[in-house]
């Protein structure tokens, strides 16, 4: 079956400092993955996205390379901010057999100033 | 253009009750989708709809039961409420776009239930 597996959070960082948040999934066909961000009290907005291998989403800094060969669509940005503290959801979509996206556990991320 | 637009924004019910969410898609979008957020289960898919009927169904009884509207908008009903129902309920909208229907949603800010 389609899942989504992310790393487990929170992850606590300091301004200015490197962030990865791995991602992998595993589905059948050639999913477009996703990257959506919740900030505290508010639904999920579109942050990245990538429709086939070897796509960069790329928005606000942030990146996510589309691997088929390891199946991982980690984010990366390279200097983060307090404001960036949120909630992250990796997530892919199919369109066969009736539209379905399956969202991974969420990684929380606080950036201290 | 304005945003997906969910109301209520929070709502208190108790056990046995049902309750009614709305959700207004960004306009021109046809398709909108539900999902209900726990920090237990995390998001799952509840439902979607196009032009008024349902494409796609997730794993959730029948008391979670939804229906679209000629305008778009879209409603979603639980009946007989029970404490785990109490969750954050997202809907998401697409649009069309020149393959059919796009694969990135838009989403509202939510409808927080709280089931006592």
């Known amino acids: 079956g389609n899942s989504v597996t992310q790393m487990e959070g929170p992850v606590t960082l300091s301004e200015e400092a490197f962030l990865t948040i791995n991602c992998t999934y595993t589905?059948?066909?050639?999913?477009?993955l996703f990257w959506y961000v919740q900030y505290p009290g508010e639904g999920l907005q579109l942050l990245l996205k990538a429709t086939k291998a070897d796509d960069k989403g790329s928005n606000k800094g942030f990146e996510a390379t589309y691997r088929k060969e390891t199946t991982s669509f980690h984010l990366e940005k390279g200097s983060v901010q307090v404001s960036d503290s949120a909630v992250y959801f990796c997530a892919l979509t199919r369109n066969t057999g009736g539209f379905k996206t399956i969202f991974g556990a969420g990684t929380r991320l606080f950036v201290k100033a | 253009k304005a945003g997906v637009t969910q109301t209520p924004r929070y709502l208190i019910k108790t056990r046995g009750q049902q309750v009614t969410l709305s959700c207004s898609p960004i306009s021109g979008h046809r398709s909108v989708s539900w999902y209900q957020q726990t920090p237990g289960q995390g998001l799952q898919f509840l439902f979607e709809y196009f032009s008024e009927t349902q494409r796609n169904k997730g794993n959730f009884p029948g008391r979670f039961s939804g229906r679209q509207f000629s305008n778009s908008r879209s409603e979603m009903n639980v009946s007989t409420l029970e404490l785990g129902d109490s969750a954050l309920y997202l809907c998401?909208?697409?649009?069309?776009?020149?393959?059919?229907?796009?694969?990135?949603?838009?989403f509202g800010p939510g409808t927080r239930l709280l089931v006592l």
């Open positions: 589905a059948t066909g050639y999913p477009s």
């Open positions: 998401a909208s697409r649009g069309l776009g020149a393959g059919g229907l796009q694969e990135t949603q838009y």
